[in-house]
């Protein structure tokens, strides 16, 4: 037995080395982040003190989604800029999405609806939605302001008026919102907070505010843009054939030298991303794929990544904890005193780091302990990811099949 605890307590230092310095790294960069990335709410402030009054022009792409239009809708026609339209982009519906939007809007007039018949070859459906509803629309023409939403989003009723007054504050071209996402679910609570801050890990909110030397990030949930700015870097045309097209988008940006910023909503745009554990794995098999610029390499070393350092190493310092009490049995003090301080320290870093970045990102923090579970679930569905590039298997999205292959 005592040998037992003696390996115990050695494996768990050991990890508990590897937590302090993964985790003691993430937590001081999650720290600085909160403390530097602006929020929703400082938008929302500065269109109180100067109410911005240039138009805005809203364009919502939408491929059946009957389910959640109504609530984008009546989150729009609850905004309080003086100056918007909204433009529903309707991508071959087949279920009610027309029908449900139709009465939401009721006798709005700032509402228009363009139904779209068809997707060209070498276009991807969502982005050629959002072209359309741009170039065919009335409400986009003279706006001095473009903002592309997801027709699963739902924003504060000072969302607009916010995001115009915090791009006209700092001079931006483009500025995304990180949505508030919703946690009903058990792949919400569990899966998506993990899978949620694996990308953030590849796309750092510090880098994607940056003058220089940023590495472009956009959340294409809610994308606004300077109108002029939006048509020099060519619209979504330039990136039609792209899965991912936020990423591609703010790439366009920073290559034009245009400035970009990205802010943490903090409840302004709360967004449901998927409505089941399949449609989950397949959505984040995308945004993981395009992020990874197909290279299945990439895809399996970041599920590495997130199982190591957040599912093993905890667990091998939970052992660690069992095997100093272990030692303080058989009375061994000494190693049963430093077993447990240092595993007991390795893991307060990894579920403080954890926790803050949950608190962050709006994530229950009851759902903290569950990280290790969801780390490994994200992980697999990277490893899926992989697998489909290398065995050719096509991407789903939105009604359509997409073939993909690795770099």
């Not at 929703?40 to 138009?55: F, H, I, K, V, W």
């Not at 059946?64 to 909204?86: C, F, K, P, T």
């Not at 397949?282 to 199982?307: D, F, H, S």
Request: net charge positive; proline share 4%; aromatic share 8%.
């Amino acid at each position: 037995m005592v040998w037992i605890g003696v390996i115990a307590s050695y494996l768990g230092i050991g990890c508990s080395v590897g937590l302090l310095v993964y985790w003691g790294v993430g937590l001081s960069r999650i720290i600085v982040t909160s403390r530097r990335v602006p929020t929703a709410r400082a938008g929302d402030a500065l269109a109180r003190a100067n109410p911005p009054t240039e138009p805005v022009c809203v364009v919502v792409p939408a491929h059946n989604e009957a389910h959640a239009i109504g609530d984008v809708v009546r989150s729009l026609r609850s905004q309080d800029h003086r100056a918007m339209r909204v433009v529903l982009a309707l991508d071959r519906c087949t279920d009610a999405t027309l029908a449900v939007a139709t009465e939401a809007i009721g006798n709005d007039s700032r509402f228009e609806i363009l139904q779209i018949e068809s997707c060209p070859e070498g276009w991807a459906g969502k982005v050629h939605a959002v072209w359309t509803g741009v170039t065919r629309s009335e409400g986009a023409r003279g706006a001095a302001y473009l903002l592309f939403i997801d027709a699963d989003t739902e924003l504060a009723p000072t969302c607009v008026s916010g995001a115009h007054a915090a791009m006209r504050d700092r001079s931006l071209d483009m500025l995304s919102y990180l949505s508030t996402l919703s946690h009903d679910t058990w792949y919400e609570t569990l899966v998506q907070p993990a899978a949620s801050l694996e990308l953030l890990r590849q796309f750092p909110l510090m880098q994607a505010s940056r003058d220089e030397g940023r590495r472009p990030f956009a959340n294409g949930q809610f994308m606004m843009f300077r109108a002029s700015s939006y048509f020099a870097i060519e619209t979504h045309e330039a990136v039609k054939d792209e899965l991912l097209e936020d990423l591609a988008l703010a790439r366009r940006i920073e290559q034009a030298r245009m400035r970009a910023g990205v802010y943490v909503a903090s409840g302004v745009v709360r967004c449901r991303m998927y409505e089941s554990w399949a449609a989950f794995r397949r959505g984040w098999k995308r945004i993981y794929t395009e992020a990874a610029r197909r290279r299945p390499a990439k895809l399996r070393r970041a599920a590495g990544r997130m199982v190591i350092p957040g599912a093993i190493l905890p667990a091998c310092a939970g052992i660690g904890v069992l095997g100093s009490i272990v030692m303080f049995v058989h009375r061994d003090l000494v190693l049963g005193s430093i077993a447990l301080a240092m595993c007991t320290l390795g893991l307060l870093i990894f579920f403080g780091a954890v926790g803050l970045a949950y608190r962050l990102g709006g994530a229950p923090l009851w759902s903290v302990p569950g990280y290790p579970i969801g780390a490994i679930l994200a992980s697999r569905i990277l490893k899926e990811a992989a697998s489909d590039l290398i065995e050719s298997r096509p991407t789903e999205w939105g009604g359509m099949k997409y073939a993909r292959k690795s770099q």
